[in-house]
Nanobody, 128 residues
Framework: QLQLVESGGGLVQPGGSLRLSCAAS????????IGWFRQAPGKEREGVSC????????NYADSVKGRFTASRDNAKKMVYLQMNSLKPEDTAVYYC?????????????????????WGKGTLVNVSS
C-alpha cells in the first residue's frame, strides 16, 4: 500500500531552520518525482518544490527560492526539504506528494506540480 509520512515540523523562530522528511513505502520511490506543498490557514494549497526521480532536477516556488532545498535518498526511500531563513509567512501544514503517471518528471500545474498521492502533512509554525 502506497504511503507517504512527513515528519520534522514544529515551532521555530523567524530566521531559523527546519528539515522536513518524507518517508515513502509501498512503491518504488526511484521511479517517481516527489513534490512538497503547503497550506496555510485560510489559504489554498500551493506547491513549494518538486524533485525529479533521480534528484537531478529540482524546482521551487519563487517565494522559497534560495531558502529551501529539496533532496532525496532513493536507497533509504526518503525525501527531504531543508528550510532556512524561515519567515512567519512560511507557517503552514507541509505535505509531500508523489506522481504516478508522469515518468518521474515534475510537470507544472496551476497548484504547482501534478501529483496523485499525498501524505497527511506536518505543521510548521514560524513565530517568535
Amino acid at each position: 500500500q502506497l504511503q507517504l509520512v512527513e515528519s520534522g515540523g514544529g515551532l521555530v523562530q523567524p530566521g531559523g531552520s527546519l528539515r522536513l522528511s518524507c518517508a515513502a513505502s509501498g512503491f518504488t520511490l526511484e521511479h517517481y518525482a516527489i513534490g512538497w506543498f503547503r497550506q496555510a490557514p485560510g489559504k489554498e494549497r500551493e506547491g513549494v518544490s518538486c524533485i525529479s526521480k533521480s534528484g537531478g532536477s529540482t524546482n521551487y516556488a519563487d517565494s522559497v527560492k534560495g531558502r529551501f532545498t529539496a533532496s532525496r535518498d532513493n536507497a533509504k526511500k526518503m525525501v527531504y526539504l531543508q528550510m532556512n531563513s524561515l519567515k512567519p509567512e512560511d507557517t503552514a501544514v507541509y505535505y509531500c506528494a508523489t506522481e504516478t503517471l508522469y515518468g518521474g518528471s515534475c510537470i507544472r500545474s496551476p497548484e504547482g506540480w501534478l501529483m496523485d498521492f499525498w501524505g497527511k502533512g506536518t505543521l510548521v509554525n514560524v513565530s517568535s
